[in-house]
């Protein structure tokens, strides 16, 4: 698959319908597949964190989570296709496991919560089958999340840990296990929860869903700051590429 390399990550130039498709054959195939949706913040870590850019490294799929990759990859004259977030992933393979019976893992958030995600998965999906769930709060060094999870055998799992914990938890463990699809899905979980609102369908389609989030979750904003980080760094390789 070609890839689109943005300071150092190589991204796949898949867009969503194909990316789909292709995930739900490595599931029907008894594949093994780790997908990260990385953004501009997800970059500026790992390039301040040698151990977290090779876990990124680990990963058969790398999608543009952010506009600012895709805007990026266009100025750099190598364009992703489109944006692909692991929300949207993760709706739609729980939209294909609903049809084809494909078992599903629910890792990350807190107790209360992750109850409530897997309650309001099987009211949306009622032939879902969730054949294990985990909190995220767990010692990391001293736990048995890897057994359970193999023990389920499950074809989908869906970290929700956060970046660069959830990147971190697959590409250490991932080499237990001999199928299913890892997906990383940030803070998917605490919008099926309904802990967390999504931006508007209007927000999203023009590009400032960022926006609406610092603009609900004001304490984001020192996360934010990678953003400008990432234009400067993007400009200077333009600008270098051009001279």
Known sequence: MKQVPIMGIPFSRIDH???????????MREEKSFVITANPEIVMQANADTTYMKNLHKANYITADGIGIVR???????????????????LDLLEI??????KIFLLGTYAEALARVERNLKYHYPDIEI???HDGYFDWDSNTVTEQVKAAEPDLTFVALGAPK??????ENI??????????????????????????????????????????QPRRWRRMTALPKFAFNIIKKKLKGSS
Not at 84 to 90: A, F, I, P, R, S
Not at 166 to 171: C, G, T
Not at 180 to 198: E, H, N
């Open 17 to 27: 319908k194909t990316l789909i498709k292709k995930l739900d054959e490595h599931v």
């Open 175 to 216: 080499d237990s296990f001999d199928k299913g699809v890892f997906l990383c899905v940030g803070g998917s979980f605490d919008v099926i929860a309904g802990d967390v609102k999504r931006a508007p369908a209007v927000w999203r389609r023009h590009n400032i869903e960022w926006l609406y989030r610092l603009l609900k």
């Open 131 to 133: 054949v294990g769930t």
């Open 97 to 102: 496991a609903n049809i084809k019976g494909y």
């Open 166 to 171: 959830q990147e971190k938890w697959i590409a």
């Open 72 to 90: 990026a990859s266009q100025l750099l004259n190598d364009p992703l296709p489109e944006r692909v977030t692991g929300y949207d992933l993760m």
